[in-house]
């Protein structure tokens, strides 16, 4: 187990998921401390990309309990979890391609209020005071992630790391108590790489708790203080990476799992 | 003015505020919806009946209501009609359906209100439709008779109507609405309850489309139960296609050269053989290519959808050193 300071802010505890015939989630169990960077690694289908759509909402369990900050969300809608203060990245990044850069980080500050069609009419000028504002934050966080000179150009137009990059910036711009990352690295070049560590480390420093699925050992290993292993739809085991390197099921269960894929 | 170029302008203006409608649908949140002209017929009867005193028709034929509204009374309660069928119609079909599936089922709808306008006369007035409303203004001397201040105050509702929706359209609802129409996921992602977005994006274009129906009937002064086919929802489609989906200039562009251009111009085609409805045909064809040429040589519309620009309010920041980023 982690080292016990810091209280649980996500509890995931027997979780069951199937499709068909396939348990893609089958009795997970583990939790995650308030603050901490998590990694979450497993060979292929070992149901950690389903175990994120669990918790982020985008699917229901069909039995367990998932509590965040204390508050059941097993099976609520994505968007409500999201504005609990839970939200995740994807493993290709989902930015608003017809939006403008810029629309795309004032679509992701918290600011569900101002959405209403009677404030739309009624009350633009404080709308567009307070905009103002949310428009100074995004420039500033533009220019950190190198996207300044692109506020203006459609989200759709950027390259891949630009785009992940992007979705960074917009979760900068939410600031979520928690944030899930699906494969931040998939699609990302070398060099951007290690960037992307240090963006990700910003995260917490900033105090999010971030868990991340990922396969590349070394950057998990490098970055993470707590590991949780998954194979089978099931929670094999957590600790750091040494630690898990001396669990020889983590060890059979990666080697034996990666010829066992379908 | 000729009464001629009123009546075309008029028409022009009308249909632009039903393009508008569709913009609403279509271009700010996506929704593939094929029932917009069911709401426009359900803003004219509603119109028609809130304006008319009680029936009087011989049974079977009838209508309900017959209020003696006055027409701007008769016109908001046209929109509240077709605003609230919009979000019975639209809770129903925007709850589980995407795209397509969504459209099919709008298209279910449109069907199913064309027949039963058509065949209930004792709610729709039977073959000769309701009928009897005074064009509003029309007794105001001197330009009254021909329709000209119909047509200012058609003009006005079609001025009211573009500047409400782009305030709309530019405030942090807008946005929202038309981040669902990018990636309905990303929206959920980022807290949106992307139901409700699509809900009121459909009711509120339900109201502009009503609205659009209203002014219909009281231009026409009837209400023809034969005349709501969903074929016009289509060339609503193509005025946007051709103006630029999501630009509301656009629209009003896009509305006259389909309604007003296109239509006049196909008049004088030639009738084939002995075949007088030749040129309705040939009218019909002409939009079709219209809507494949356009999709095919310009996709975004002649005025495409306008780019938010964001204008630092202070001196322009240096541009700060950039990350090298390749493509990933």
């Not at chain 1, 790391?161 to 600031?175: D, I, N, T, V």
Request: net charge neutral.
């Amino acid at each position: 187990m982690g080292e016990p300071s810091g209280t649980a802010l996500l509890e995931v505890d027997s979780v069951i998921r199937s499709f068909g015939g396939v348990q893609a989630v089958n009795g997970a169990t583990f939790s995650v401390r308030e603050g901490s960077l998590t990694g979450l690694i497993g060979p292929n289908g070992a149901g950690k990309s389903t175990m994120i759509d669990l918790i982020s909402g985008f699917q229901s369990p069909d039995s367990g309990t998932i509590r965040f900050a204390g508050k059941e969300i097993g099976g609520m809608p994505a968007y409500k979890v999201s504005n609990l203060g839970l939200m995740r990245s994807f493993q290709t990044p989902r930015e608003w391609p017809g939006l403008t850069v810029m629309e795309n980080m004032l679509l992701s500050f918290p600011i569900r209020n101002r959405e209403s069609i009677w404030r739309g009419l009624f009350t633009r000028k404080s709308l567009k005071a307070a905009e103002r504002e949310d428009r100074v934050v995004a420039r500033t966080l533009l220019d950190h992630f190198g996207l300044l000179r692109l506020k203006n150009e459609p989200a759709g137009t950027l390259s891949g790391g630009q785009k992940r990059l992007l979705e960074f910036a917009r979760l900068a711009a939410a600031r979520p108590r928690m944030i899930l990352l699906d494969e931040p690295q998939a699609g990302v070049n070398p060099v951007l790489r290690v960037r992307m560590g240090e963006l990700i480390r910003d995260m917490v420093n900033d105090g999010a708790t971030v868990v991340m699925v990922e396969h590349n050992l070394p950057f998990v290993e490098r970055l993470c203080d707590t590991v949780i292993v998954m194979a089978l739809g099931r929670c094999l085991a957590t600790g750091t990476m040494s630690e898990l390197r001396a669990h020889k099921e983590v060890i059979d269960a990666y080697l034996g799992g990666v010829e066992g894929v379908a | 003015m000729s009464a001629y170029i009123i009546s075309l302008a008029t028409t022009g203006v009308i249909f632009s505020i039903v393009a508008l409608g569709l913009n609403v649908r279509w271009g700010w949140a996506g929704e593939f919806d094929i029932a917009l002209f069911a709401f426009v017929a359900i803003g004219a009867y509603s119109y028609s009946v809130f304006n008319l005193p009680p029936s009087t028709l011989p049974y079977p034929a009838g209508y309900i209501l017959g209020l003696n509204a006055p027409f701007w009374l008769s016109m908001i309660g046209a929109m509240v009609v077709s605003g609230i069928l919009s979000a019975a119609v639209g809770a129903l079909a925007l709850r589980k359906l995407r795209d397509d599936y969504f459209g099919i089922t709008t298209l279910a709808f449109a069907l199913v209100l064309t027949l039963i306008i058509g065949q209930d006369t004792t709610l729709f007035g039977g073959f000769e439709g309701v009928y009897g409303m005074v064009q509003p203004f029309s007794n105001l001397e001197p330009f009254g008779s021909d329709g000209g201040y119909f047509l200012a105050m058609c003009v006005v509702v079609l001025v009211i109507v573009f500047l409400v929706l782009n305030w709309l359209y530019k405030s942090p609802f807008g946005r929202a609405v038309r981040s669902v129409r990018e990636d309905e996921t990303a929206s959920q992602a980022f807290g949106r309850n992307v139901y409700l977005l699509k809900l009121k994006a459909y009711v509120l274009g339900g109201c502009v489309a009503g609205l659009g129906g209203a002014l219909l009937a009281a231009y026409i002064t009837s209400f023809n139960p034969y005349a709501w086919t969903p074929q016009e929802t289509f060339l609503i489609y193509a005025a946007l296609f051709v103006g630029g989906t999501g630009n509301a200039i656009g629209a009003i562009f896009g509305t006259f050269f389909v309604f007003v251009f296109i239509q006049e111009i196909t008049r004088y085609m030639p009738t084939i053989g002995d075949n007088a409805s030749s040129p309705d045909a040939l009218r019909l064809i002409a939009i079709g290519a219209l809507i494949v040429a356009i999709l095919w040589f310009r996709p975004q519309g002649v005025l495409p959808e306008p780019r938010a620009k964001d204008v630092e309010d202070t001196a322009e920041t240096p541009v700060a050193p950039e990350v090298q980023v390749t493509s990933g």
